[in-house]
DNA sequence: CATTAAATAACATCATAAGTTACATGAAAT
DNA sequence: ATTTCATGTAACTTATGATGTTATTTAATG
């Protein structure tokens, strides 16, 4: 099943833009995410909406950082993406009266919905600028953070 | 994102075929889940080669199931089932060698395994035998089984 | 031999992230 | 003011994989 990437390359160009003096254009951070600047626009737009990032039109314009990495978590950025759900698990709804199908989902759905909350909760726990600083260590990338 | 429901669906059907005397036709089972008896012979072949059901052709063929429904666990049909990953969350891959792009990627990536470990861990807990229970709770059957 | 039902191949549909094209809007440089 | 640069946005296409469909083959029963 097809995987969204743009947490992961969100995270990857924030930090980035973190060790720029200028703003990124879309042009700039498209090349760096092999795509395109439309995607790149559209994706950041949510950041923005969030206060994460801002934009500026015209000449010297493009995409800075709003705030400090260390105040931006993954699930911060995971919000602001605004991904439906982290499952590819769905429940079935041919029968939503059928008691079988009803003990099934909600068996399904108690799981999903526990581990989703783990998931969340190891996001909230990690800010960018623990990401940045395993750049440092490179290429031994030792572990420096305070992350488990 | 679109999501897998074979997991639901199939716990759905297993359960049902337990309460019959005789096999059940892919053609009978589609028509349970308002679907095709292609797409059920198709998800159903992954639970026969597991041994969790037998299929037979001919005359008064059909799917049964091979073992008792205290026997299967709700990871027992997730793995037969054969799903890549749980998540709609992937990592980048545009620049495996860059360090930040591998900071992220792990740091999401520990966060991904722990919450599928969780995940497979609380399927391993649950017996399709737990779900049937609840059919009998049901009110619209009480008079289908009042022991439990 | 006729009927039933699974087995399988080949193809169509659907949803959605991603990619693309085109044009409008706004800010800075000249 | 005009040009240039860069975002904003609409509309469309592409890619992917579960799902759905049609047609044919294989096997078992009557």
Tied chains: 1, 2.
């Excluded at 950025?77 to 439906?84: F, T, V």
């Excluded at 079988?100 to 600028?129: C, G, H, M, P, W």
């Amino acid at each position: 099943m097809r995987k969204d990437s743009r947490l992961s390359r969100m995270l990857h160009v924030l930090i980035h833009m973190n060790q720029l003096d200028a703003p990124a254009t879309s042009e700039k951070i498209a090349s760096m995410l092999n795509t395109n600047p439309v995607v790149v626009r559209r994706t950041m737009a949510g950041l923005r909406d969030k206060g994460y990032v801002s934009s500026v039109k015209g000449h010297g314009g493009g995409w800075s950082l709003a705030i400090s990495l260390s105040d931006i978590t993954l699930l911060d950025i995971h919000n602001a993406i605004g991904e439906s759900s982290v499952f590819t698990i769905g429940l079935s709804d041919e029968h939503t009266s059928c008691p079988i199908e009803i003990a099934v989902n909600q068996a399904i759905s108690d799981v999903l919905i526990e581990a989703e909350a783990l998931l969340l909760e190891r996001f909230r726990d990690v800010t960018l600028d623990m990401l940045a600083v395993g750049f440092a260590d490179y290429p031994l990338n030792q572990q420096a953070s305070s992350g488990e």
